[in-house]
């Protein structure tokens, strides 16, 4: 009977600490975060991307009990930043706000990353571009503005908003491919940003400059500058009066600047899913659309799995866009 009673307490004893073994698991599981988190923003302070990630940073501390830091790691148009994401341990610890860079950066030759050296968590912004002209211009409407265009002989028209082969340059190869133009029938002068680019459109140094409408909100509401229509295929509800380009002309094209939440590859999945959780919370809270209404900032939201959909889309155009402007260098 000693012996019996005797083994029974051993697999009690036994069976009680693979019990407590699970729960020790779990607990630890469940105590992610434990520490603080690091978000890395791979553009510099005072930008748009910049206030984006500290909004959804400060948020984002509120539903995970944990101190979310924002570090900006910037240089090599984007590069740095990236390329910090992805070297980060895959513990959750480190996480980063990819943009619209990273589906263009390897098409340039200037890095190996892609869409696909991420573990995505959510989208949760997107701009897309309108077509400023100035508020004195003869065209009244996008479709007086593309004739214009069709009728002029290449490069005569020009356009501005960002570096050659930024985002602004591309959307407008973009539309000029979907009209069956090539891709200088309007020639693009390169600007250090959306900003002294409308300050030169209002100035008539430029014919055109497609930018996200928040970009030329200022110069528009000083009467300086009208937008046209955007590449989205939904009106932005901030600029209801804008149409979109299928609506003012007939032409399905849509492109524009995103911002997203990412890990570095490989990610676990429990963790995955407490930062998707949160960062849905996030995006659904008051505090982040007041914050992004103000600033005329598109707000646009997508899982995990519907942000590498996303970002795969937008890879493959903007490879076809870089090559016909000649700028892929792979």
Request: net charge positive; charged share 15%; with cysteine.
């Amino acid at each position: 009977m000693k012996d019996v009673s005797r083994r029974s307490f051993v697999a009690s004893a036994v069976a009680g600490a693979g019990v407590m073994a699970g729960i020790g698991q779990a607990s630890a599981q469940a105590a992610y975060p434990s520490r603080p988190i690091t978000m890395i923003c791979p553009w510099g302070a005072g930008g748009g991307t910049d206030a984006t990630v500290r909004i959804v940073s400060s948020l984002l501390e509120k539903e995970l009990g944990q101190p979310v830091n924002v570090v900006n790691r910037t240089g090599g148009s984007g590069v740095v930043g990236h390329a910090a994401i992805a070297a980060a341990p895959p513990d959750g610890y480190t996480l980063g706000m990819l943009t619209v860079e990273i589906s263009m950066m390897h098409w340039q030759g200037l890095t190996e990353l892609t869409p696909k050296s991420y573990s995505p968590l959510a989208l949760v912004n997107e701009d897309p571009p309108g077509i400023q002209v100035r508020a004195d211009s003869p065209y009244k409407t996008v479709k007086d503005l593309a004739d214009a265009i069709k009728a002029s002989p290449p490069g005569k028209m020009k356009a501005s908003g960002t570096g050659q082969g930024g985002i602004w340059h591309l959307a407008l190869v973009g539309w000029m491919q979907s009209m069956g133009l090539p891709a200088n029938q309007v020639a693009w002068v390169p600007s250090n940003g959306a900003a002294p680019a409308m300050q030169d459109l209002a100035a008539g140094g430029v014919d055109i400059v497609p930018c996200s409408v928040p970009e030329a909100r200022s110069i528009i509401e000083a009467g300086r500058a009208r937008s046209l229509a955007i590449m989205a295929p939904e009106r932005n509800p901030q600029f209801p009066n804008v149409p979109t380009l299928k609506e003012a002309m007939g032409v399905d094209y849509a492109t524009g600047a995103w911002r997203g939440i990412a890990g570095p590859k490989n990610l676990p999945a429990d963790v995955q899913a407490k930062l998707g959780a949160a960062l849905k919370k996030v995006f659904d809270s008051a505090g982040y659309k007041e914050f992004m209404t103000n600033r005329g900032f598109g707000m646009t939201w997508a899982d995990a799995a519907g942000f590498a959909t996303f970002m795969d889309a937008g890879d493959a155009k903007m490879g076809i866009a870089m090559k016909a402007a000649g700028l892929a260098k792979v």
